[in-house]
């Protein structure tokens, strides 16, 4: 991952989104988990989205990033927060928010300490699905 200094700010490269962007601590987790689902799991990084922008009534919201199947179709929402942010029923609500839109089979909340990953009613705290455990269970 490449950083730089600009403007007196820390900036990191995001490839998703092929520019500079404000390195915040959510970001610095959200980048980390997304170059670790391409590199060690074989998600590929052309089927991840970030910032994916959807309309839930009236509101504008983006995902923090949508993983999609090679047909397009949404397979899960990550939803990233910092590592001094505990993932709560509150992170949790929010994911299910920008599911109601997308109706994804996976959610996954990750702040960098922990990961929880959740298919239908399973919620699975230990480890990463891998890209193909998640065509599998679509």
Request: aromatic share 8%; with cysteine.
């Amino acid at each position: 991952m490449r950083t730089r200094v600009y403007n007196n700010k820390e900036q990191i490269f995001c490839e998703w989104r092929h520019r500079w962007v404000r390195l915040t601590p959510e970001e610095w987790v959200r980048q980390q988990l997304l170059h670790r689902l391409v590199e060690q799991l074989d998600y590929p990084a052309s089927l991840i989205a970030v910032e994916q922008a959807i309309n839930v009534g009236e509101a504008k919201k983006r995902c923090d990033a949508v993983v999609y199947d090679r047909q397009m179709n949404p397979l899960m929402v990550i939803e990233c927060k910092a590592e001094t942010v505990p993932l709560t029923q509150k992170t949790l609500d929010q994911a299910i928010t920008y599911n109601r839109k997308l109706n994804v089979p996976f959610l996954m909340l990750h702040n960098g300490v922990q990961t929880i990953c959740i298919h239908g009613t399973n919620h699975y705290t230990s480890g990463f699905p891998r890209y193909t455990d998640l065509l599998r269970c679509e």
